[in-house]
């Protein structure tokens, strides 16, 4: 068998795309893992027996707080990795990845989340993560040059995997490259519905960051006197305590058993945000339970309306009030949800994976290094 690298821009928070190196790893237990940084607090429980690699960024000060204001730095240590001996490399990407100097004669897989948004959508990026004034400055200062490092950087994967559709018109738009689509991976089996039917309140599973609209969810809940059980920590948590009602209960990160308990309970969850992909909706599926999405990105995707969730149409708080009480007049079948589910369960992920993997590695078609 080939000797296998997976590559993963950084390990300083937990989301999907941390999920993805995490399933990646799976299909490839004997792969050494690379990352420009690997904090302990934010490794994915499957990696922890695996043999993890980084960078000198490793030992910058500050990294869990400061990570983002090192984003210059992140091309040179990516372009550091020492790769040689690997004959098959997978990034996961929505940065810095992609932009390995992989070995001549391996072949490069790069499972490309995003392409890179502060440079490419840099004023929604900002705006969006609440930037400061010097970031934003800094950001706007070093636009030109991310972005030409990135365009080289585009050229050195030999093929793209995308984890939607959305993204692959991203990938094919910004670096004139295809995309296979292959969505993340929904550990179906984690989620059980509750035998005793459903509780009363609604649900939010979801890093607290500006963008993802937590507040829309908060604050709707608040008009309508609805229990909203809001799981997950970050930038936006105290300003969220600050618009509550109270019928909204932060409960901060919680461990996987309690997730899956409060996913199985809710009436369904509020995913408010426009995301690229978003698993959460199709996790809380899988516990038998329906959403409430805004009707943009990835959830155009994963959300069967009428069958797994509704949309609604405007990030306002109108919006998703008046969606909420729509939702409450209709009749959800939790074994339909279910099977809606299991089309993206962890299982046919990694079948799609080995089976591109294993068609491309028997064709290989390489692209320059640039």
């Given amino acids: 068998m080939s000797k296998v690298a997976i590559v993963h821009d950084y390990f300083v928070q937990t989301g999907g795309a941390e999920r993805v190196a995490e399933a990646l790893y799976s299909i490839y237990p004997d792969a050494t893992v690379f990352a420009t940084v690997a904090l302990p607090d934010h490794m994915p429980s499957q990696l922890e027996a695996a043999e993890i690699r ?23 240590a990516v372009e550091s990795l020492d790769l040689s001996g690997y004959e098959l490399i997978l990034s996961s990407s ?7 100097k992989r070995p001549d004669g391996s072949v ?22 609440r930037h400061g004034r010097i970031s934003r ?27 939607s559709r959305a ?3 991203r990938i094919q738009k910004t670096y004139n490259r ?16 509750s035998k005793a039917g459903h509780d009363d309140y609604y649900l939010v599973l979801s890093r607290l960051i500006a963008y993802k609209r937590i507040d829309l969810a908060v604050a709707a809940c608040s008009r309508l006197n609805r229990r909203l059980v809001v799981i997950g920590e970050g930038p936006e948590y105290k300003h969220l305590r600050e618009i509550a009602g109270p ?18 309970r809710c009436r369904a969850l509020l995913f408010t945000g426009e995301e690229d992909f978003g698993m959460a909706p199709l996790e809380v599926n899988a516990a038998g339970r329906p959403v409430i999405a805004y009707r943009a990105g990835g959830a155009l995707e994963t959300v ?28 959800w079948n939790p074994s339909l949800i279910r099977a809606h589910a299991r089309s993206f369960d962890r299982s046919v992920f990694e079948a799609r994976i080995r089976d591109f993997v294993e068609s491309v590695s028997a064709n290989p078609v390489q692209q320059g290094a640039a």
């Fill in 54 to 76: 980084t960078t000198w960024m490793q030992r910058l000060p500050r990294m869990s707080q400061y990570y983002r204001h090192y984003f210059l730095l992140y091309p040179w």
């Fill in 94 to 100: 929505s940065g810095y990845a992609k932009g390995l």
């Fill in 108 to 129: 490069h897989v790069c499972y490309c989340h995003t392409p890179m948004r502060w440079a490419w959508r840099s004023e929604e990026y900002t705006r969006r993560e």
């Fill in 137 to 163: 400055i800094l950001i706007g200062a070093s636009l030109g040059s991310l972005r030409r490092w990135d365009l080289r950087a585009s050229k050195r994967p030999d093929y793209y995997i995308a984890n």
């Fill in 167 to 169: 993204v692959a018109d």
């Fill in 178 to 193: 295809h995309a296979e689509v292959i969505p993340p991976p929904i550990d179906v089996n984690r989620f059980q519905p």
């Fill in 247 to 264: 019928t909204i209960e932060f409960l901060g990160r919680q461990p996987d058993e309690a997730v899956n308990d409060y996913a199985a």
């Fill in 304 to 331: 069967a309306e009428g069958v797994s969730g509704i949309f609604f149409n405007h990030p306002h708080v109108d919006s998703l009030a008046n969606a909420i009480r729509r939702f409450e007049i209709e009749q």
